[in-house]
């Protein structure tokens, strides 16, 4: 053993402790030019990290040979970009958390925006009642028609050419841009009650075509779970094949459609874009899918953020009141799709196939 | 066949032609609405290719000389989010696949999951607020110091919403799809070909380097591909972001930079006239043709990479 340890094969390794060391060097020496120079902390921070990701590896490179410098450089380059994708998400949350949390009040969640002129307290209640409405009525489209391809695909058209060409333009369509989505639905519309029809169900197909691909996937991923014993089970009796699939198939695999449905709504609850452009903004309650323009709390936010008005003379505040409403917001719909995602896990949880009984 | 028993044969027959009909009148169904997408866009948008010439804007005389400047600005700063989010995507996914203690692996998939949760609209707040306060003095010191890259040339902005944030932004936002898939591809590596070049001596960057990324080459860039999909449609945190004219230009961090087409859509749609609709509708059949074609070439690659693993 003690040969091998003199061997040219076995390189000398860096001790268990250079990494700290190097961290606190890193740390000290950026805290040191950062006295010097005057730096803000989060400059400091930027280069301690630099500082340490090359100076390991070039130490190692002294010790330990070029293939350990490059692994350990390609080490800290991985940890480092983990730490750094961290950084906007932590930002974002806290954000809008510390923005939005004065915001909520009674008030603010139980008015709408009618009439409301500058710094006068508005709320947000037309917007969620807008979010709500144009949701359901895009879940009420795109659920039936994505769960009925799903079956097709799985029960009828197996390995068929109408369900790979199906498949492949399911995929395409995840990729249509929102706004792209938009602007046919409007073109839809448009054609048949004129130019200027702006209203909730232009929105509410819109969403549908964005959430209809991914209630597609999810509940084709789920189908295709169902073991076929319990299809064969069911025929060995008797049992027609759309009654095998309605009470056999689609019961055993209701927890993960449902799970998916739900992950589809809390992807389109948050799109702007298509709303803005079909469903326009209202400061006025409006409940009517059908006629008349109608908010939603995206369409909310944005329009709040880009005619925020003026901040009141004399007022503390630095920021102008239309920005307050817009984090007061976007607050509501994080919390909302958060919350959405939670039933989504825990839907999944609760009827995951038991394994086993 | 004619021989299985199927108890009181006729209704439930029928039952199942109704189903079966409707299962795959679902699927038609999608076909004609994809199709459909097209067919309304080019109805809708075929006479914005003929309007008249004002409709376009000051100067601008044909459709094309609208739309170049608005593509181009759409693939620039898509490219920009790319140059951003590719290494941080690749490195949070061999973070993930191959380097986080496997405890913290999973919460950092679900953390990243969430990164993808956020509504497009709260980012564009955060970018229109938070982040280009925070920018400035960036900005400032890019402007002043590094002004004789075409990029910087400025004059820097003062007030930090460039299209260097949106940049930013847009980075932070497709990074959760290219992580999401090259980290599958990355987990898919065969386990003998990684245990091969450990029983060679390779270090873990080797292992990587040897075995895991030749593996993952076509998954990788079919997931930079979709997220470039995404970020070619993405509306709002480019229009929150910074204001922007349809020119072609590379300044990244002046006041004005290269408009996209989803952000002149967004911008000029509350007070477009008939004919301004029908332009803007033409300008979004365009930006889905591109995107349909990213997107197209993606799945292509993916596609492929998965017949190239049965074989």
Redesign the interface.
Known sequence: MTTLAVSPLARPRLPRWAPAVVAVGAIAVAGLLALLLGWGPVATLIVAGVLYVVVLPAWSRLLEGSRAAADRLMTNLVWGSFVVVCVPLLWLIIMVVRKGAPEITGHFLSTSMRNVVGPMPGGILHALEGTVVVTLAATLIAVPLGLMTAIYLIEYGRGSRLARVITFLVDVMTGIPSIVAGLFALALLVLFFGPAFRAGIGGAIALALLMTPTVVRSAEEMLRLVPNDLREASYALGVAKWRTIVRVVMPTALGGIVTGVVLAISRVIGETAPLLVTAGYNDSMNGNLFSGRMTTLPVFIYNQYKTPGAVPLGAHATDPPGYARAWGAALVLIVIVMILNLIARIIGKIFAPKTGR | MSLT???PGRP??L??R???G??????????V??A??FV??L???APGLSVDPSTYGQGVTSFWAYVGPLLFGTIFISILALIVAV??A???A??ISH??PRRLATP?AY??D??A??????????G????SQ?LKPVIAWLGAKLDWIPLFQGPASPNGQTALTAALVLG?MI?PIITAISREVFAQTPRLNEEAAIGLGA????V?RLAVLPHAKSGVVAGIM?GL??A?????AV??VYSSSPKYMIDIIGDTSPQTI?AN??NN??EAT?DK?HV??AA??V??AF??A???L??WAISRGERKLTR
Request: no cysteine; charged share 10%.
């Open positions: 028993t199927r108890p439930l027959a039952g199942d109704i189903f079966a409707a299962a795959r009148t679902a699927g038609l169904l999608i076909l609405v994809l459909g997408v309304f866009l109805i809708q948008g290494p941080f690749l490195g949070v061999l973070f380097y986080a950092v953390v990243i969430l990164l949760a956020v509504p497009s609209v709260v980012y564009g707040l955060w229109g607020i938070a982040l925070a932070v990074l270090t873990r960057w080797e990587i979709l999909g995404r070619l449609g993405e509306t709002m229009t929150m989803a859509i967004a749609y509350a008939p609709q803007l509708i979004g059949l930006l889905f995107t349909f990213v997107n197209f993606a799945r």
